[in-house]
């Protein structure tokens, strides 16, 4: 049976093995809105907007274009369970979403795109959202990286990935953090769209390049547009380590299947207490491990605080666009 790898999974496993079996396995995740993960894919969306329609029509003006990417975004951001700017409370504003809301969303689009207006005109836009599935092992038919390209283009005779980002990792004063820009290289998802790209376009494939917009309260025309090549041998690198933690993975599934439910602790996915604070914020796992000896004693209970929330990349990555179908657990 053909297995489905991505990159969701293999930062989970590689944060913490405890946190895989608790995302991954049991599915579980806070009950709670997530701004920052909701407002980087409704920025996402419009930019699958702006750039069908900066490339597609002539007619339109600027602030046209603009505005049919700010209703996209408007409509990914309340389709995630957010109110609109008018339905959102001063507390909300405040204290939950602060500069992650569709007004600042609006200033930074017609920022971008006079930033990127040049940009986008000199490239051939030659794939938007494209779902992938390359072979880890072209000796392995069954085993299968996947995942999905925000753009890929066509830039000076060679094919990029775009990969776009946004973060408050920044100042309006300074801009984007030089730290968050570094943190792209070396980086497990940038290698894994640069695996892709070697894999879908040979020889003729360039490279990645990380479009990131800083989301700031008081500053909206913050942009890098960051070029990053891999050698051969850094890619084979990855792919190593790639296939190394995935046999990991699969390690700890079958060590799994051999806890009782009346152990006194689980033999399997072991925590790494490195990471349970990460950036000053604790893991959303935290007290379920300090509680939770053994978790697969009751491996159907769902904690309060908590709901199943499966990740399936067939399903989020739209694999089925590739004829993929069936289980990716």
Same mark, same amino acid.
């Given at each position: 049976m053909?297995k489905?790898y991505?990159n969701?999974r293999?930062t &989970?496993?590689?944060?913490?093995n405890?946190y895989y079996?608790?995302r991954?396995?049991? $599915?579980l ?5 997530a +701004?920052?993960?909701?407002? !980087? ?10 750039w ?5 029509? =002539? ?11 700010? !209703?996209?975004? &408007?409509e990914?951001?309340?389709a995630?369970?957010?109110p609109?700017?008018?339905n959102m ?18 200033? #930074?689009? =017609?920022? %971008?795109?006079?930033h ?6 000199? *490239?051939?836009?030659l794939?938007?959202e494209? +779902?992938f599935? *390359?072979?880890l092992?072209?000796s392995?038919?069954e085993t299968? %990286?996947v995942g999905?390209? /925000?753009k890929?283009v066509?830039w000076? !005779?060679?094919?990029? =990935?775009?990969e ?5 990792w920044? @100042?309006?004063? @300074?801009?984007?953090n ?5 943190s792209?290289?070396?980086n497990?998802? *940038?290698?894994? %769209?640069?695996?892709a790209?070697?894999m879908? %376009?040979?020889?003729?494939f360039k490279?990645v390049?990380?479009d990131?917009?800083l989301?700031y309260?008081?500053?909206? $025309? ?5 070029p990053?090549?891999?050698?051969w041998?850094?890619? /084979?690198?990855w792919?190593w ?11 700890n599934?079958?060590a799994?299947k051999e *806890?009782k ?10 925590r &790494?207490?490195?990471n ?5 914020? +604790?893991c959303p796992? #935290? ?6 000896? &053994? ?7 769902i904690? #309060?605080?908590y709901t199943?929330?499966h990740? @399936?990349?067939?399903?989020h ?6 004829g993929?179908? !069936?289980? /990716? /657990?």
């Open positions: 053909p489905f991505d969701s293999r &989970n496993f590689e944060t913490c405890r079996y608790w991954d396995i049991r $599915d995740r806070q009950f709670g809105k +701004p920052a993960l909701d407002f !980087g894919t409704s920025w996402h969306a419009a930019m699958d907007t702006l069908v329609a900066a490339k597609s029509s =002539v007619s339109l003006t600027d602030m046209e274009i603009v505005e049919l990417a700010h !209703g996209t975004f &408007n990914t951001w309340e995630l369970g957010h609109s700017l008018e409370s001063e507390d909300e504003h405040k204290y939950l979403y602060k500069a992650r809301n569709p007004e600042t969303a609006f200033f #930074m689009l =017609v920022n %971008y795109l006079a990127r207006k040049n940009f986008i005109n000199e *490239v051939e836009l794939e938007t494209k +779902p599935a *390359v072979p092992d072209i392995d038919t299968f %990286y999905r390209l /925000d890929t066509l000076n !005779g060679r094919v990029w =990935v775009v776009h980002k946004t973060t408050s920044g @100042s309006g004063k @300074s801009g984007i030089q730290t968050y820009l570094e792209f290289d070396p497990s998802q *940038v290698e894994g %769209y640069q695996h790209g070697r879908l %376009y040979g020889k003729k490279g390049l990380v990131a917009a989301v309260a008081s500053c909206h $025309d913050k942009f890098a547009l960051l990053i090549e891999s050698s041998a850094k890619l /084979d690198q792919l380590e790639t296939k190394r933690q995935f046999k990991l993975l699969e390690i599934k079958e799994l *806890v439910k009346d152990d006194e602790f689980m033999a399997a996915f072991p &790494n207490t490195k349970c604070i990460q950036f000053m914020r +604790p796992y #935290m007290d379920l491990c300090k509680t939770v000896s &053994n978790p697969a004693s009751e491996p159907d209970r904690p #309060m605080g199943k929330d990740w @399936s990349p067939i399903k990555l739209d694999l089925g666009a590739l993929i179908e !069936g289980s /990716d /657990d």
